[in-house]
Structure formats: structure tokens, C-alpha cells
């Protein structure tokens, strides 16, 4: 069983994202699309898809920092653990603080800000690739002697604290709290891609870092949310990498190696003047409007039923993954990549390719389920023939809207 607090916490998750969408509805507020939804939520499947693989070398990493460099080993009680709490914070906050500040490390935070809209799925677009240049901010808590159990317990509830500030609809609370603690209005800011709120809020569960190190602003108006150079697709893989991309294309055209540098180390979107200079920051202009593409609402439904179906699938990857052999690891994996990304290409109307993915993608389900009983995983029979029952009703479904809609 997976004890990662944050993939226990998947069904409050959910439920908090459904609570919202009902006080939505009940308010006409609307902060959710479908589109954007399940992007934010396939990045945040693709970043719990890679701590599967990755969790492993952090916190092998840690321990053999904690076992042979910590200058003390502090015990496990509550007092040592209050101050894991408090130094996970702080490291967080220069962690956060640079991935806005370095291109860099830019790549892989820049993921969390595509969203142009601002709801509790925001909180779960996270960042495939943030740890490389992330994680060594953490370590000082290893060599302090912060016990590797605490060390992930603190960041797991750390994230958890996150997620309830990703919201439109909580306004300023009690002075003393948005003074001490991280909310929705400071964090909102953070979201913001106006000129007057970039690089502002870095704080995890304490806003006071920002106060102490004067990167703290108030919200006035409410933002408009995004990044400065729209993101304009709905694949998550591409999310994960189009910063990267964009480095990579710059820093060839670089006349020199020391502005490669500058180019990698320097503020998000620097670069020589010759290749254009650091652009200066605009208002959002009035007439601007939001990615989207508007697709057949049949079209809509079918990607929500087969969502919510590799919602489930998913689920039960990330919960038992531990008692999968390596190649079921690897090619259940290969299966939620290929999903993500399929859904994107739905979205986006792209036609090449689309209907060999989709049915392989959902010949792979019942495929998946034999291997699996094949390997006495405890998977029932009837699963089986359930999963070979939707997977060529889909199919045909699928086929069927595909050809409607071109004709």
C-alpha cells in the first residue's frame, strides 16, 4: 500500500473539486472548463507518474546524507518534528523563489502557472521535471538531522496545505491569518500574470518569508491567471516540456557560451540583445481572450466518460504500483502517457494519428487486465469481460463521432 500522503488524500481531492463545482453551479461562478480540467489533473498524474520512479532516488539520497553528514541526529518527537515543518517551509520558499527567478529551473515550475483559469485543479497541475532543480534546496534539513520520515511526512502535508488555496471563491480571512499563513488571496496573487504581481507569494503554509525577504504584495483587483507567453495547448506532456524547448531553441542561436549561460541562469524570457533582450512585462490586454477550442459537446462527453474510467485506472496504479513486477510498471505507465496525451490531441482537434491512438489506447485496457490475472495479481474474471465490453463499445462510439463530425 502507497503511504504517500498525498496519494491518500486523492479521494478528498476530489471531493473538495466536486463541492466547488456544485457551489458553482449554485452561485453561476464559473472557474472550471472541461479542457482545462483535465489537462491540470493529467500534469498532476504525469508528476505522481514519475514520483513513482523518482521517489526512491530523493529519498535514498537523504538518508545517506542523514545517516552520514547530519551533524546530529534530532529524535522523532513532536518538537523536532514542529521545526521540520517550519525549515521544509523555509526551503520551499527559496526553492519556489528560484524556479521563478532562473529559466532553468523555470521549465519545470512553469508548468503549475499555465492555467488560465484558478480552481482546486490548479493545485494538482504539478510538474513532471521541477524536482531536478528543486530537490537539493531541501538537503540542509538532512545535514541539520532531520529524520528522513520527517522530511517526507513534512513535505507531503506541506502540499496538502497548498491545495485549499487554489481558489476563487474563499476572500480575505481574519487579519492575524493572512498576516502569519498562506491563503487564497496571496496565493491568487502568486497565479497572477499582471506586471504588478510577477514573482510575488512564494510562501508554502507561511507568507511571513515573503514579508521577511520583500517579495510579499497585497491583492487588489483579481488577477488574470497564466504565464506571460500563453501556453496554447492542452497536452500535458508538451506543458511539462515547451519552456525547455524554448531554451533549447534560444541558446543555439547564442553567440557566445557565456550568454548560453545567461540565457539558462538569468530571469525567465531574458536573452541579448541581438536575439531580441528582456522583454518588458505588459498589462493583459483588454480584448484578450483564453485558449480554447471549441469542440462537439458529444465529443466533450466522450472524453469525460473515458477520463473519469483512466481516473479509476489510475487510482489503482498509484495505490498498489508497489506490488507491480517492472514491466507492468513500466508499460501501465507508458499507458497513462499515452492516455494523457490523447486526451490533449481530442481536445485540440488534431486529426493525425488520432484514431490509431485512441484504439490502441483502448485495446490496451482488457490487454492490460489478462496480462495482469496472467501474473495472479488477484483481478477478478469479470473484470475482464467488462473491460473488453467498454473498450469496443468505445471504440465504436469513438469511430462513430469521429466520422459525424468530419462529415
Known amino acids: 500500500m502507497n503511504l504517500n500522503p498525498v496519494i491518500l488524500a486523492i479521494p478528498m481531492f476530489f471531493t473538495l473539486m466536486a463541492l466547488e463545482l456544485v457551489y458553482e453551479s449554485v452561485t453561476n461562478r464559473k472557474s472550471y472548463r472541461l479542457n482545462d480540467t483535465v489537462t491540470n489533473i493529467s500534469t498532476g498524474t504525469l508528476q505522481q507518474l514519475t514520483n513513482t520512479f523518482k521517489a526512491l532516488i530523493k529519498i535514498s539520497l537523504y538518508a545517506i546524507l542523514y545517516e552520514f553528514v547530519a551533524v546530529y541526529h534530532l529524535p522523532n518527537n513532536l518538537w523536532s518534528f514542529a521545526l521540520a515543518m517550519i525549515l521544509w517551509d523555509f526551503c520551499y520558499y527559496w526553492e519556489h523563489r528560484m524556479a521563478h527567478r532562473i529559466s532553468l529551473f523555470w521549465g519545470g515550475h512553469s508548468v503549475h502557472h499555465q492555467s488560465e483559469e484558478y480552481n482546486l485543479s490548479v493545485a494538482l497541475r ?3 521535471t521541477g524536482f531536478i532543480w528543486g530537490f537539493p534546496f531541501f538537503l540542509p534539513m538532512a545535514i541539520l538531522g532531520i529524520s528522513p520520515e520527517q522530511f517526507v511526512l513534512a513535505g507531503g502535508l506541506n502540499l496538502l496545505y497548498q491545495f485549499w488555496i487554489h481558489t476563487e471563491h474563499i476572500n480575505r480571512l481574519p487579519r492575524w491569518f493572512e498576516f502569519v499563513l498562506n491563503t487564497p488571496s496571496h496565493h491568487r496573487v502568486h497565479h497572477g500574470r499582471d506586471p504588478k504581481y510577477l514573482d510575488k507569494n512564494y510562501g508554502g503554509i507561511l507568507i511571513i518569508w ?20 500563453p501556453l496554447q495547448s492542452w497536452n500535458p506532456v508538451y506543458a511539462n516540456i515547451a519552456h525547455y524547448v524554448w531554451l533549447y531553441g534560444q541558446a543555439k542561436q547564442a553567440r557566445t557560451w557565456g550568454d548560453t549561460a545567461r540565457i539558462l541562469f538569468n530571469p525567465p524570457g531574458w536573452l541579448p540583445d541581438y536575439l531580441g533582450g528582456y522583454p518588458t512585462p505588459k498589462e493583459v490586454d483588454s480584448n484578450y481572450q483564453k485558449y480554447n477550442q471549441s469542440i462537439n459537446l458529444k465529443i466533450n462527453i466522450y472524453v469525460l466518460v473515458q477520463f473519469f474510467v483512466a ?4 487510482a489503482y496504479y498509484f495505490f498498489l504500483n508497489k506490488t507491480f513486477p517492472t514491466e507492468l510498471l513500466l508499460a501501465y505507465g507508458a499507458w497513462i502517457i499515452w492516455t494523457s496525451i490523447t486526451f490533449g490531441f481530442l481536445f485540440e482537434h488534431q486529426k493525425r494519428w488520432l484514431n490509431g491512438l485512441e484504439l490502441i489506447r483502448l485495446a490496451a485496457i482488457p490487454l492490460g487486465i489478462y496480462w495482469m490475472q496472467q501474473l495472479h495479481l488477484n483481478i477478478p474474471d469479470w473484470s475482464l469481460v467488462l473491460a473488453i465490453l467498454f473498450a469496443v463499445i468505445s471504440g465504436i462510439v469513438f469511430l462513430y463521432l469521429g466520422r459525424k463530425e468530419q462529415s
Do not use: A, L
Open 210 to 229: 515573503d514579508r521577511i525577504f520583500g517579495t510579499f504584495k497585497k491583492e487588489e483587483e483579481r488577477p488574470h491567471y497564466g504565464v506571460t507567453v
Open 311 to 314: 481516473m479509476g485506472t489510475n
Open 126 to 128: 504539478q510538474t513532471s
